[in-house]
């Protein structure tokens, strides 16, 4: 990570990552809190929020719900950005199933994200109103 970043963060008092693994985010995070230590920094008093996209099926069938999330990431991505597909959203984003991305969020909690920014990537209204309801009724109640 360029030291012009990590400069950034350390003024701002924490950083807003953009969507990857939780993997990812715990070796960039370590990076982070090492600069933050170098420079008389406490890393304890950064905050680290992860933006990450999403599309939430709530439907029991695993496969429907792939294909669903599939269809909707492809045409959000669209066919200007190639690097961008499915299989890349399965690694960074929240997709799967509602327990799945439970598991994602718990995985992310654990390697010291404090804070989840959740987009859903449809703007059809009654898509979004779907994703608000699987949210409320889901997901929230279950994240610490």
Same mark, same amino acid.
């Given at each position: 990570?360029? #030291?012009?970043?990590?400069?950034?963060?350390?003024?701002?008092?924490?950083?807003?990552?953009?969507?990857?693994?939780?993997?990812?985010?715990?070796?960039?995070?370590?990076?982070?809190?090492?600069?933050?230590?170098?420079?008389?920094?406490?890393?304890?008093?950064?905050?680290?929020?992860?933006?990450?996209?999403?599309?939430?099926?709530?439907?029991?069938?695993? #496969?429907?719900?792939? #294909?669903?999330?599939?269809?909707?990431?492809?045409?959000?991505?669209?066919?200007?950005?190639?690097?961008?597909?499915?299989?890349?959203?399965?690694?960074?984003?929240?997709?799967?199933?509602?327990?799945?991305?439970?598991?994602?969020?718990?995985?992310?909690?654990?390697?010291?994200?404090?804070?989840?920014?959740?987009?859903?990537?449809?703007?059809?209204?009654?898509?979004?109103?779907?994703?608000?309801a699987v949210f409320e009724d889901?997901?929230?109640?279950?994240?610490?």
């Amino acid at each position: 990570m360029p #030291d012009s970043i990590l400069k950034r963060i350390l003024e701002a008092g924490g950083w807003i990552a953009p969507p990857c693994s939780p993997e990812q985010a715990e070796h960039d995070w370590r990076i982070v809190r090492s600069y933050a230590e170098a420079h008389g920094v406490d890393p304890d008093e950064l905050e680290f929020a992860l933006l990450n996209y999403t599309h939430l099926v709530d439907d029991g069938d695993p #496969d429907a719900i792939y #294909d669903e999330q599939r269809e909707v990431f492809e045409g959000f991505y669209g066919d200007e950005s190639p690097r961008h597909t499915f299989e890349l959203a399965r690694e960074r984003c929240l997709v799967g199933t509602v327990e799945e991305v439970l598991e994602r969020i718990e995985a992310f909690e654990a390697v010291g994200v404090d804070h989840l920014i959740a987009g859903a990537i449809t703007h059809r209204p009654d898509a979004l109103e779907r994703q608000a309801a699987v949210f409320e009724d889901r997901l929230i109640p279950e994240v610490h």
